[in-house]
């Protein structure tokens, strides 16, 4: 069992950076893969990025933010982050930090069992 609670998020101009991060519970966070999603109002909920349970393992990223998002982990700190720089307006939407047992980073939410409660991003033209 894995609780996760996401901070961060926030307003900001267009071209602006904000740092997600989400912090986990548990002492067997190291063996979770974990990844971030996100969801605009009226939309589905999109894979955004995903890191395998270490660090320098595989990280995969959404098209729309590959290059502009940065997805890192501290397993010391329990802690998964989402370094989002070039923020667009499209970007903006409620956040959502996600974690599974095992090494695979999933780009599908229906692979993860575990959900923070989300962070809101909102980024302003």
């Known amino acids: 069992q894995v609780q996760l609670v996401e901070s961060g998020g926030g307003l900001v101009q267009a071209g602006g950076s904000l740092r997600l991060s989400c912090a986990a519970s548990?002492?067997?966070?190291?063996?979770?893969?974990m990844a971030w999603f996100r969801q605009a109002p009226g939309k589905e909920r999109e894979f955004v990025a995903s890191i395998s349970w270490t660090g320098g393992g595989s990280r995969y990223y959404a098209d729309s933010v590959k290059g502009r998002f940065t997805i890192s982990r501290d397993n010391a700190k329990n802690t998964v982050y989402l370094q989002m720089n070039s923020l667009k307006p499209e970007d903006t939407a409620v956040y959502y930090c996600a974690a599974e047992f095992g090494y695979n980073a999933y780009l599908n939410p229906n692979e993860y069992n575990y959900w923070g409660q989300g962070t809101q991003v909102t980024v302003s033209s």
């Open positions: 548990g002492r067997t966070f190291s063996s979770y893969a």
